[in-house]
């Protein structure tokens, strides 16, 4: 299983970004796809999932009404539109699959079986 994210980098305030996160290896129909960052000196923390086949989502607050997490079945990617972007977004995002989804376990990251390399968002002021 590969997990590949990528559209990351450097934008101003206010502005939009959209990543992506490529899957390949195996289906996911009962998975949740989800996106947590890092922040430099911070732990990481969940940002938004989505459930590979109902398409279910869950947010962060920090990022509710902000950003949109999607995916695409049948190009096995799943999107975070981030809108109005704000410096303390500025962190390492990292895609992940839970093949155990539940309600409960889509918030926490050791529930998270793969993971993909991060891409860098930076937000500047």
């Known amino acids: 299983v590969q997990l590949q994210a990528f559209g990351g980098g450097l934008v101003q305030a206010g502005d939009s970004l959209r990543l992506s996160c490529a899957v390949s290896g195996r289906a996911f129909n009962n998975a949740a796809m989800g996106w947590f960052r890092r922040a430099p000196a911070k732990e990481r923390e969940f940002v938004a999932a989505?459930?590979?086949?109902?398409?279910?989502?869950y947010y962060a607050d920090s990022v509710k009404g902000r950003f949109t997490i999607s995916r695409d079945t049948a190009k096995n990617t799943v999107y975070l539109q981030m809108n109005s972007l704000k410096p303390e977004d500025t962190a390492v995002y990292y895609c992940a699959a839970d093949p155990t989804y539940s309600s409960y376990t889509v918030y926490y990251s050791r529930y998270y079986k793969y993971w993909g390399q991060g891409t860098l968002v930076t937000v500047s002021s």
């Open positions: 989505v459930t590979w086949g109902a398409g279910n989502t």
